[in-house]
């Protein structure tokens, strides 16, 4: 089920923890993190020329120091802090499972679910049994006019088979929650994957062909009948990719909202019976829905017209099995799935420590009742004073630099700055603590545990439709390791787990901390005025508050980052200007806004700009230095692939040179000359 539609504006990509992960090994498990420094000299590479590459100045020595673990597709500061924070909720989720003293109800339901989670012989006696009921109501369909009810039940379960259907903040009316249904269905991780034409895609269509059929066999299909079963579910969901939105089409939010009584869905898709399939799933009743995608689901209802049933059981044998946790599941498939979606897609050559993927899960299932230990022994109230006042100077700076902008109209401005205004902070951890006493965790039913917390989601999320929109809900857990902004809430989010070294540390000078959490802080408020964001007022509605004049300048000035990010290349691929434009516009102005904010600072508490500090750095290099440390990274080439095909983020390097090279700012600070590689004569900026 795809809980909540928004277009919510991450700081980094989340492609690889969205990834099926799985099996038990030792590798990765011995190996402590530490929090790494803001200005970390040891990352830098004083060798390379800063006005030619700045990233490979910044953060040349990272791979060496931080080479990618054999349990990660990727090494970076987020993986670094993600990892740090799984040690401290590992402790936490330690001392909850000991069933030696009375505990109260959260930690007996964190405990027991991790420890059920652990307890890998306990999953394996059982084995494939745990799947048996659901395979059950597969094998039992006799006729597609029962695959409503069934249907619903898989979108309880999160098996979005065919389609995902759930609620959302409305985009007309931001005060209310309404009722979606989206494309879904496929288990490459993006149309294209379907259809673009090139040895790569073949090879990975072919690995994924092998991959279902092995899957199949593994939950009792014949041999021979798995195989012909992969080919039909192939053929099947190729035409569900064809009918679906590509990535970068989904990032208009027009193209994802219409808004229509449940008859035109009926007549759009007459195959279901859409009044039986909400009512299953428990859902309040409505009249009127969002649906998302109207061809998708045109297309979608020939594609079930013209598909035998006997094709169909497989491919929901297979949705059911690639979309369970395999930490729950027997070991075999377990390690089936992670040789598809983590050695072959992402290029990890083993899976992760079961601690760690158990601790994940836990916070996934239990993300309020496990955030609030968590904020208890980890993140003190001065850190949330700091950063709400690191934010406050950043939105003064963005008031200052919308009042400079000299390409906007006073009414525009006057909008923007409304809009600005409105945006609320969301920082640390929320007011109020979620109520978990109607879910049963039961120690030693790790299976039963995951299918009860996520129906308890689904019908919590489902409850919503018709409701007014709560604005104190938060979409994330507590110590997530990442930053959004929300259009339709008009809200930044930085939780408890991302405000920490290197990002953000009370400790070190402002200097570090704006160039680190400034940006990410710049970089979210930026995304309300984005390509996207900027199409919603400052309530949360879709609605357009620009001059048709300064519209046109904003899609003019926008071109120069599309053609600029296009030019980059990764592997065989070139980055796809148009996908990635949100987030390099946040980018660009995020920094902006971040330095704006620091040298307002520094003037008020008397920095002196010109005098080296001990480390050997003017307080602007300090921040620049800063900025492109938050990027240092290593990513395996499988990954990069993934992420320049299907992800709106650039590349980490092109996040950091991608920017500087806009900022005079840079330039100056380390005496660049304009033509040098890191500063060219021709500059892109919006904001
Ligand atoms: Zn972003």
Redesign the pocket.
């Known amino acids: 089920m795809r809980y909540t539609f928004t277009a919510v ?3 980094l990509f989340l492609t690889v923890s969205g990834a099926p992960s799985f099996g038990q090994n030792a590798g990765g498990a011995a190996k402590t993190y530490s929090l790494i420094p803001g200005l970390d000299k040891s990352l830098m590479d004083t060798s390379a020329d800063p006005c030619t590459d700045f990233y490979q100045y910044a953060c040349g020595n990272w791979s060496k120091l931080h080479p990618i673990p054999s349990d990660a597709p990727y090494s970076d500061q987020f993986y670094n802090l993600d990892q740090y924070n799984r040690q401290v909720l590992r402790n936490i989720l330690v001392r909850a499972a000991k069933t030696d003293s009375a505990r109260d109800a959260n930690t007996q339901k964190i405990g027991d679910y991790y420890a059920g989670c652990l307890d890998d012989s306990a999953i394996q006696v059982k084995g494939f049994s745990v799947l048996r009921p659901e395979l059950d109501r597969i094998d039992h369909l006799t006729s597609k006019s029962q695959l409503p009810e069934l249907l619903a039940h898989f979108q309880l379960i999160n098996v979005d088979a065919f389609l995902g259907f759930g609620s959302q903040q409305d985009f007309q009316d931001a005060t209310k929650t309404v009722a979606v249904a989206s494309q879904s269905g496929i288990g490459l991780p993006e149309k294209d994957y379907y259809l673009r034409t090139g040895a790569k895609d073949e090879e990975i269509r072919k690995q994924y062909v092998q991959h279902v059929t092995n899957v199949l066999k593994l939950i009792g299909e014949p041999d021979a009948q798995a195989a012909t079963d992969a080919q039909a579910i192939m053929k099947l969901e190729t035409a569900l990719a064809k009918v679906s939105l590509d990535v970068t089409a989904q990032r208009e939010p027009h193209n994802v909202y219409h808004w229509m009584p449940k008859k035109d869905l009926r007549a759009l898709a007459p195959v279901l019976n859409w009044d039986q399939l909400f009512a299953s799933t428990g859902s309040p009743a409505f009249a009127e829905l969002n649906v998302a995608e109207p061809d998708f689901f045109k297309g979608l209802n020939d594609i079930i017209a013209q598909t035998d049933l006997a094709v169909i059981k497989p491919y929901l044998r297979w949705h059911l099995a690639e979309s369970l946790p395999g930490t729950v599941l027997p070991k075999a498939l377990d390690d089936e799935k992670f040789d598809f979606y983590g050695r072959k897609l992402v290029g990890t050559p083993e899976q992760e420590a079961r601690w760690k993927r158990c601790v994940r899960s836990t916070d996934g299932a239990l993300p309020e009742a496990l955030g609030k230990a968590y904020v208890e022994e980890q993140f003190p109230a001065s850190s949330k004073e700091r950063a709400v006042a690191i934010i406050h100077d950043i939105e003064a700076a963005m008031d200052r630099d919308l009042s400079s902008l000299d390409w906007m109209s006073p009414e525009t401005k006057a909008r923007a700055r409304e809009k600005l205004h409105l945006i609320a902070n969301k920082v640390g951890y929320p007011d109020k603590w979620r109520d978990y006493s109607k879910l049963e965790i039961v120690r030693g039913d790790a299976f039963g545990n995951t299918l009860r917390a996520t129906e308890f989601e689904s019908h919590r999320q489902l409850a919503k439709i018709g409701k007014p929109v709560d604005r104190n809900e938060w979409i994330t857990s507590t110590p997530t390791v990442n930053a959004f ?1 929300n259009p339709s809430m008009n809200d930044i989010n930085f939780p408890a787990g991302v405000l920490q070294p290197a990002f953000f540390d009370s400790k070190q000078p402002d200097s570090v901390n704006y160039g680190h959490i400034g940006l990410f802080m710049g ?2 408020i930026t ?1 309300g005025f984005d390509d996207q964001g900027r199409q919603f007022d400052g309530h949360g509605n879709l609605k357009d508050w620009w001059t048709k004049e300064d519209a046109d300048k904003f899609t003019s000035k926008s071109q120069c980052l599309v053609d600029e990010y296009a030019k980059f290349v990764v592997g065989d691929t070139h980055l796809n200007g148009k996908l990635t434009l ?2 390099n516009t ?2 660009n102005g995020g920094l902006r806004l971040a330095y704006m904010a620091f040298i307002a600072r520094a003037a008020q508490e008397g920095i002196d700009q010109k005098s080296k500090s001990t480390d050997g750095y003017t307080p602007a290099q300090q921040f620049f230095i800063g900025f492109a440390q938050d990027w240092c990274s290593d990513w395996r080439p499988e990954l990069e692939r993934l992420i320049a095909t299907t992800d ?2 650039s590349p980490d390097r092109f996040r950091t040179n991608g920017v500087l090279v806009n900022m005079r700012e840079f330039s100056d600070a380390f005496s660049c000359k304009i033509g040098q590689a890191m500063a060219p004569a021709k500059a892109c900026r919006i904001w």
Do not use: L, N, T, W
């Open positions: 504006s991450i700081i902004y970089h979210e995304h949100g987030e946040a980018d709106p983020h």
